[in-house]
Each structure stands twice: as structure tokens, then as C-alpha cells.
């Protein structure tokens, strides 16, 4: 009698197997991910408010976009913002992981209160510090006049001078944990043999950082450079619980600018247009940190 034909051998069982495991989340990324960016590639095309019919209108709203000079002051000022943030994150983070790399009492409940910030949503932190700067009922006004500091309330999140200094302290408050994490993840995995040598040699703090502890860390230093600059460069959630891009658009990020758009005056395709810039944006920052790091620790 002769054996029956296999369909399938082995290594293409194999194959269809892994197919089939990573189906679900190529179907996600899909539909979740690339779908709706093309989908607003396509309508940054279209003049269209989603229900009346689409006019096309080519690049028309990239050459405005372009050419508005309102345009390149939101840019300006997500750029300003996001820059402060992201050094802040790194300085406070930093200092953080080098103190909570070291072992002393309670340093797992410290690195609990410390990641607190980070593990609270963002909707919830918005408003908590919302409340905290109230010129009627809030705590820092209220503290301010009973010490004397203040002969009056302040309404510090209406005034343009302050409120942007605000609401990058409460960004940097909120987002500097997971880089703290990230650099102590990164400083436990240092050997400590060559640390130990390397003082034994007579190197300084200083030198051992530049030489030995920097060019360790060069993959978690860069993933997380580009993960905290393109997640705060186009933040929404933080600053539009606080001010909804004001006071005279002294907070008004690109983010806020592209929903305000979108969802309060109906332009769904000058917003996607303005997404699409963005997201140009946000890749040429992401190849400009990592060339620029790569020369720097080559």
C-alpha cells in the first residue's frame, strides 16, 4: 500500500502556526493603526465635515497650513513645550533612578510614591491640579495669602505669564517616573566589577559617568529620548484639562489646535492635513535624535 501524501511538512505546519499566532495582532495594528492613518492621509485631500460630500481640494490645506504664521507659533510652542518637558523628565528622572539605584531603608516603598504620578490618569491629574491652582478655592492661593505671599488671589492659570510655566511643571511632575524606571532599569544591568575597577583606577563621579555609565545606558538613553519626546510633542489630554490651549493661546499646542479644528469647527480635512505634518514632524525629530546620539556615543 502506499503512504498518503502529506499536504503540508513540517517547517510549513511550523510557519502556519506562527501565522496564525501573530494574526490577531497584525489584525489590530491593522485596523487601529494604519488604516486610520492612510484614512486621514485620504482626507487631508477633501474639504468635508464627515457628512456632507467630499470636495477635493488637492494640496490646498498643506499650502495654508504652511504659509500661516498662527501655524508656526503653535508649532513654535509645542516645541518650546515639549523641549522643557522632555529635559525636565530626563534631569528629575535621572537624579531619581542614580538615588534609587542605591540600596537604603524603604527604598521600595520610596520607588512606589515616586512612580505614583505616572500610574494616575491624566484626566484625574488634570483636574486635581486644576483645583490646586483655583484662584477661588485652590490650595496654592490659599496658602500664598495666609503666609502674606500674595495680598490678593491669583488666577494663575488664566494669566499667560504663568500659565504656561504651570502646566509644564505639572507635565514634567506627571511624566518623569517612567524615565526614572527606564535609567534604573538600565543602571542595574551595569557590571559592577568594572565599576569597581574603574575606581580602584582613580576615576572620578564624573568620569565614570561619561565614560562608563552613559555609554551603558546609549539604547535605554535613546529609546526613551524618543518615546518622551514624540509622546509629549503631540500631548493632548494634561494640557486641555487645564487650559484648553489658553490664555491667549499661551498653551495652545499643536494637538490642541488639530482637535479644536476637527471637533469644534467641523474641518475635518484642514485637520488632517495638520495631523499629517505633525506626523512628518515627529519622524524627522525621531531620525534627528537618533543620528545625533549615535555620533555622540560612536
Known amino acids: 500500500m502506499t503512504k498518503p501524501k502529506r499536504f503540508l511538512s513540517i517547517q510549513q505546519k511550523s510557519s502556519l502556526i506562527g501565522i496564525c499566532f501573530i494574526l490577531p495582532a497584525l489584525s489590530a495594528l491593522l485596523l487601529l493603526v494604519l488604516y486610520p492613518m492612510l484614512n486621514g492621509f485620504y482626507l487631508s485631500f477633501f474639504n468635508t465635515n464627515l457628512v456632507n460630500r467630499n470636495t477635493f481640494v488637492g494640496l490646498r490645506y498643506y499650502g495654508e497650513m504652511l504659509t500661516k504664521p ?45 512612580v505614583l504620578p505616572w500610574v494616575i490618569p491624566e484626566v484625574s491629574v488634570g483636574l486635581i491640579w486644576k483645583w490646586i491652582f483655583n484662584p477661588v478655592y485652590g490650595l496654592v492661593n490659599s496658602y500664598l495669602l495666609k503666609f502674606r505671599l500674595l495680598k490678593e488671589p491669583k488666577a494663575w492659570l488664566s494669566d499667560p505669564k504663568t500659565a504656561f510655566a504651570i502646566v509644564v511643571f505639572i507635565a514634567i511632575w506627571k511624566g ?80 490642541i489646535d488639530i482637535y479644536k479644528t476637527a471637533f469644534e469647527y467641523f474641518k475635518y480635512g484642514q485637520a488632517a492635513a495638520m495631523s499629517a505634518i505633525v506626523f512628518i514632524i515627529c519622524f524627522v525629530i525621531s531620525q534627528l535624535q537618533r543620528r545625533a546620539l549615535s555620533e555622540k556615543t560612536s
Do not use: C
Open 176 to 255: 518623569f517616573p517612567m524615565i526614572m524606571l527606564m535609567i534604573t532599569a538600565g543602571l542595574q544591568t551595569l557590571s559592577s566589577d568594572v565599576m569597581e575597577a574603574a575606581i580602584i583606577d582613580g576615576s572620578s563621579r564624573i568620569q565614570l559617568l561619561r565614560y562608563i555609565v552613559i555609554p551603558s545606558l546609549k539604547p535605554v538613553l535613546l529609546s526613551s529620548l524618543i518615546l518622551d519626546t514624540l509622546w509629549w510633542f503631540k500631548h493632548f489630554t494634561l494640557v486641555y484639562m487645564m487650559t484648553q490651549g489658553g490664555p491667549e493661546n499661551a498653551t495652545n499646542i499643536v494637538s
Open 70 to 114: 498662527d501655524f508656526y507659533q503653535t508649532i513654535f510652542t509645542t516645541i518650546k513645550f515639549t523641549l522643557l518637558v522632555v529635559v525636565g523628565h530626563f534631569m528629575v528622572g535621572g537624579l531619581f533612578a542614580g538615588l534609587l539605584n542605591k540600596p537604603f531603608p524603604g527604598r521600595t516603598l520610596y520607588r512606589v510614591i515616586l
